[in-house]
Each structure stands twice: as C-alpha cells, then as structure tokens.
C-alpha cells in the first residue's frame, strides 16, 4: 500500500473538511527527495531484471525457491517502474503532472504490488515450514508452485477498486489525483492494514518461530546431512532478513495511514507533517532494492551469478579493466620515452 495519499495535501484536507493548504519545500530538500527516489527507481528495476535474469539463464537455479524469489522481483519491479517515480513528482509538485490513466495506475500498481510480497513472503514460510519440520512428506513441486504463484497475481488483482476510485480532478486551476470516494478508501486502508501487514506477520512470526525451534534447539537425526542442514540455515537467515527488512519497511506507512483516518484533523493540522509522509513513502518505497543486495551476501550462488551478468558491462569486467589499464601503460611509457629521445637529440 505505498502512498495512499497519491495527492498527499489533498487527502489530508478533504478528509478533514478544512480548506486547501499546501505546504512548502526548499529546493534543498528537492535535490535530496530527487536523488533519494531516483536512486530507489534505478536500483530497484535493475537489482530485479539482474534477479529475474540470473534465474532464468541458470537452469540449475529453476526452484521452488527461487521461483517465489522471482515473484517478489517482480513485484518490486512493479513498484520501480510505475509507483515511485509518479508519486515523488506528485506529492512534491502538489499537482498531477502525468497522462490521467496513470493517476489510476499508480496506486494499484503499488497495492497490487505489496499485496504480491507480501502473499508470496507467506508462501515461503509455509513451504519452509513444511520442507524442515515435515522433510518425509511430499515437497512442493515446480509445477505446482508456479500454480500458486498464478493464483497469487489474481487474489493480489482484487485490490482493483484502487484503480476504479481515483480519478484526475480540476482544482484551483490543478490537475489533481484524488481518490473519488474518500470513505471507501478510508475502509480499503484498514481493511489492507490488517490484511497486507497484521494477519501477515502474525502467520510467518509462528512459522519462522517454529522453524528457529526446529534447527537451532531440536535433536538433529544420525540421518541428517550436515550440508544440507547448513545451507537450509543459510536460506532461513536469508528469507528472513528478506521478512524483517520488509516489516520495517511497511510499518511506518502503514501507521501513518490508519491514524489519519482514524484522526484525519489532527494529522492535516499539523505543519510539517509532509515530512513525515515522504519519510513513511520512501522508506517503504526502498523495500523494492534491498533484496538484490542480500541475496548477493547471503547466497554464494547468487552472488558468483550476479558476477558473471555483471561482467558484460564493460565498467565492471575486472579483465576488460586490466586489459585496458595495461594498454594505457605501454602507450604511456612508449610516449615518454620518445619524448625523452627528442630532448637528448636536441641537445646533441
């Protein structure tokens, strides 16, 4: 849910029944909001095409869970390419400056978004659940997780009322994004609290909790293979940085949405409160580039791809780079002693 407020100062002052009032920003904190979301988009959409592409140039690496890794790419990439960079612009500009299609897509693209991560973060835990504490029974097959996959993108689609109460008003002369019936969003915010952030954390807290028990405290089998132990321990600490990353990340949106419906006069009276909103947005906005990075350092295999892709750009091949700094040495050290040899010819 990043950003219900696709038109921040708007939301507020409608919701409380006030005038409009906009609020002021330096151009200091423009540069620094510019470069913080632009940095957010960048790295978001390429860390997620670099996932997306590890996975399925490498057919060792087809699995149940790099396939639900795949998803959260995907849906992070969603976020990238059609939530951030508009809501920025929007919210700072306090008006709406983009085709009004997108004024509709925005905010579904975001809650359809955080609805795939967080389903998908579920499915996870409930398929480590059943891999550790059950390993005799029968694992979840690839064909079957692609299944759950699909049927994730389409519970996740039944946020589509987002995308039916937005609409691009005229107001004092502004094109504004506001939502058409502000008390349908007021119920669609607590109703995707609970179910997007509560009910969520609730589930994964008892599976990764029962999980922890069952590795780190239970009596470990003659029969286990000590590898294999070590590297579940390794996807469990990976998945779950990948969890906690993305509670911290939500929650403040999260709580700052449910308390300005529940006390809309409070929180538009406030002076600074923009602030806080870009604060909440960004920080929620950032979950989307953060998982590049940790797969990269949790998993060996990950990281030695992500090397082999990232060599086909010529400022990162470590081999191009030496080629060309040797070659920059011989026409160097060939250049100044010739020149050297004309000072002493002239001399002579």
Excluded at 213 to 229: D, K, M, R, S
Excluded at 286 to 313: A, D, H, P, T
Aim: net charge positive.
């Amino acid at each position: 849910m990043l950003g219900d407020l696709t038109n921040f100062s708007d939301y507020l002052i409608v919701s409380s029944n006030s005038t409009l009032r906009e609020y002021e920003t330096s151009i200091y904190m423009f540069i620094i909001l510019s470069l913080l979301y632009g940095c957010i988009s960048l790295i978001s959409v390429f860390g997620n095409l670099l996932i997306l592409c590890v996975v399925i140039r490498n057919k060792k690496m087809h699995t149940v869970t790099n396939y639900f890794i795949c998803n959260l790419a995907m849906a992070d990439l969603v976020i990238g390419l059609f939530a951030t960079p508009f809501q920025f612009q929007t919210a700072y500009l306090q008006r709406w400056i983009f085709p009004n299609i997108l004024c509709k897509m925005a905010p579904f693209a975001a809650t359809l978004s955080s609805n795939v991560n967080i389903i998908t973060l579920v499915a996870i835990s409930l398929d480590r659940h059943h891999v550790i504490l059950h390993p005799l029974k029968k694992k979840l097959s690839k064909k079957k997780c692609i299944l759950i996959l699909i049927l994730i993108w389409i519970v996740s689609i039944m946020s589509i009322t987002r995308f039916f109460n937005y609409k691009v008003f005229h107001i004092e002369n502004k094109k504004q994004c506001n939502p058409i019936n502000f008390e349908l969003l007021k119920y669609d915010i607590i109703i995707l609290t609970g179910l997007q952030f509560i009910i969520p954390f609730v589930i994964i807290s008892i599976t990764y909790i029962k999980i922890a028990n069952h590795i780190y405290f239970a009596e470990t089998p003659q029969t286990a293979n000590c590898n294999q132990i070590k590297t579940r321990k390794k996807v469990i600490k990976m998945i779950l940085i990948v969890v906690v990353l993305f509670m911290i990340c939500w929650a403040p949106i999260h709580l700052f949405n449910v308390i300005n419906v529940l006390f809309p006069d409070t929180v538009g009276s406030y002076n600074n409160i923009h602030i806080i909103w870009f604060f909440s947005n960004s920080l929620a906005a950032s979950n989307s580039c953060y998982n590049v990075f940790i797969y990269g350092l949790c998993s060996e295999r990950y990281k030695s791809e992500f090397k082999k892709m990232l060599k086909c750009l010529p400022c990162i091949d470590d081999d191009k780079n030496r080629e060309v700094i040797m070659e920059f040495r011989r026409l160097y050290y060939k250049n100044n002693g010739q020149i050297k040899q004309n000072q002493y010819s002239a001399f002579d």
